[in-house]
Each structure stands twice: as structure tokens, then as C-alpha cells.
């Protein structure tokens, strides 16, 4: 484990008290803790005074910064688009000239058939990325689900040692 204690956490963090963790730290809190105990955690998240809020925050959060991460993609993506499709129609308009020479002809057949294969090739790196997007927000929501689960857990681990004992009734 990376995080031995709140302080380190703080510090990596950038903040002096937990007071000040907006949302973007927020999220960046859920994605340090597989790198925490859960002891330490779970002191944190006590400190909280509404982690219900806290949880549904970083939700929020990771759930917009996703959207506007696709968001600009798509337009990144059909920008790319666009250009291919524009040098394409420029290649095949020459093609169409009925002056050029077999090995002219040739020379921009190539020129298309590598638009394409860069086009393909532009279009897995999207996949790839979208790939990648989609398992950053999973860890992230399932590191907020395991601290609210854990968080849960311990109160109710610590209630159960602060309440007396009770017999089962048969």
C-alpha cells in the first residue's frame, strides 16, 4: 500500500484538511483508495459528516467529467472524419481527370487506399480509447461503491462492539 496515513493523503492530494476536497479531488480521493487500508480509509470517510452526499458527489462528478470526455471525442472523431472524407473526394476528383497517366492514376489509388488504412487505423485508437474510458469510470464507481460498503460496514461493525450484547431468543 502507497498511503499509509491521512496526512500522506492530504499531501498527495493538496489539501490541508479534508474541509477542502471538492469534487475533482473527490474523485481522485475514490481512485487512491485501492492504494489505502481500509483502516486508514475508513477514518477518512468517517470524518465526512454526510457521506451519502460525499458518494453521490462523486458520482456526479466522475459521471460529467465521462460525458464531456466522449463528448469532445465524438467531435475530435468526426473532425478526423471529415478530413479523410474531404482528402478522399479530393483524390478520386483528380482521379477523375482524364489526363493522367497509368502511373499517376496508381500513385493516387495508393494515396486512397492509405486514407483508408489511416482512417481504419484512427478509428481503433478511438475504440481503443473509448475502451479504456469506459474501465477508468468502472474502477472509479467501484471504488466508490467499496468505500461506501466499507464505510457501512464499519459502523456497523462499530455500533455492534458499542451495543451490548444480546441473546438470541429461541
Known amino acids: 500500500m502507497r498511503y499509509k496515513d491521512e496526512d500522506e493523503i492530504k499531501h498527495a492530494l493538496?489539501?490541508?484538511?479534508?474541509?477542502?476536497?471538492?469534487k475533482d479531488k473527490m474523485i481522485r480521493f475514490v481512485a487512491m483508495m485501492p492504494d489505502?487500508?481500509?483502516?486508514?480509509?475508513?477514518?477518512?470517510?468517517?470524518?465526512?459528516?454526510?457521506?451519502?452526499?460525499?458518494?453521490?458527489?462523486?458520482?456526479?462528478?466522475?459521471?460529467?467529467?465521462?460525458?464531456?470526455?466522449?463528448?469532445?471525442?465524438?467531435?475530435?472523431?468526426?473532425?478526423?472524419?471529415?478530413?479523410?472524407q474531404d482528402f478522399r473526394e479530393?483524390?478520386?476528383n483528380e482521379l477523375d481527370k482524364g489526363d493522367l497517366t497509368w502511373e499517376q492514376k496508381r500513385e493516387l489509388i495508393e494515396?486512397?487506399?492509405?486514407?483508408?488504412?489511416?482512417?481504419?487505423?484512427?478509428?481503433?485508437?478511438?475504440k481503443r480509447f473509448l475502451d479504456g474510458a469506459l474501465k477508468k469510470v468502472m474502477v472509479l464507481?467501484?471504488?466508490?461503491?467499496?468505500?461506501?460498503?466499507?464505510?457501512?460496514?464499519?459502523?456497523?461493525?462499530?455500533?455492534?462492539?458499542?451495543s451490548p450484547e444480546e441473546t438470541l431468543e429461541a
Open 36 to 84: 489505502m487500508g481500509t483502516e486508514v480509509a475508513l477514518k477518512i470517510v468517517e470524518q465526512f459528516p454526510v457521506f451519502k452526499d460525499f458518494a453521490l458527489n462523486v458520482v456526479d462528478a466522475m459521471k460529467k467529467s465521462h460525458e464531456s470526455t466522449l463528448s469532445a471525442n465524438k467531435q475530435s472523431q468526426e473532425h478526423v472524419h471529415r478530413a479523410f
Open 141 to 162: 464507481g467501484g471504488a466508490a461503491l467499496a468505500l461506501g460498503v466499507a464505510f457501512v460496514g464499519g459502523r456497523v461493525m462499530a455500533e455492534s462492539k458499542d
Open 111 to 126: 494515396k486512397m487506399q492509405e486514407a483508408v488504412r489511416e482512417e481504419s487505423q484512427k478509428d481503433s485508437e478511438n
Open 90 to 92: 479530393t483524390l478520386k
Open 14 to 22: 493538496g489539501i490541508d484538511s479534508w474541509r477542502n476536497l471538492s
